[in-house]
């Protein structure tokens, strides 16, 4: 009887995981071909531009040759913190304007829970080039998370940053924090995007997107983005419940 009761416990545990645990939480980086830039190249973004404080084209994509300013003048160059590659842009000169870049990535089709809410790991790097040594960076990144809910094809971005659609969820862009992050270091940020919040159920998607913009405030900065994949915390206090009571 006990042998009964303790895998009909682990059924429900189970359960909970793959459908409570599950919708709740998702990691956008699963669903978007590329998010990491682990094909070596930017296939599945666009880089786009806003206005004309944004470059219109990245040179390499990815794993740009980077010299982070630092006191000992070390020549290393940056790598990527998460897999083989990242991406990233100069800001090499005094004279306007702070370049900046943003990459769209293309719209995926999506089928999700009422409830869920997405989640994206940014790591991101700062700072200044080799020799200049000060003044400190005050570059930034702005990551955004949003959707449509209607509509029979996907909807496309053009290079002036204008989607083929009006988006339906349409959360503010979140600002990476560099708060105890030391210039020339890489750290990360895991943001939440929660459609609810908006008033939008979010089984209603049918289409979901991300934006980066790194952008540079100042002459002879950089900034370096990378994706990571998200770990979801309520699945793993589940799972570590399922083996004590196992046990």
Known sequence: MRSSIRITAIGIAFMGLAGGAGAANLDVTTLLPNSGFESGNLTGWSLTQPNTDYV???SPNVNPSIDPADVANNPALLVAPSGS????LKRVG???PDLKYKLAHGAVAVTVSTGTVFTVKVWANRGRLEPFDTPASTGDVLVRVFGW???TT???VNSSDNWSRTV???PAAQTFDFTGIPDGTWGF???TFDPAAAGVNASTLKYLTLTLAGRNNNHDQYIALDLGEAAVAVQSTQWTTIKNFYR
């Open 154 to 156: 996907i909807p496309t």
């Open 189 to 191: 940020r895991v943001f």
């Open 168 to 170: 339906n969820w349409n």
């Open 85 to 88: 590659f990242f991406t990233g």
């Open 94 to 96: 005094d004279v306007a």
């Open 149 to 151: 809910t209607g509509g």
């Open 56 to 58: 219109v084209s990245l």
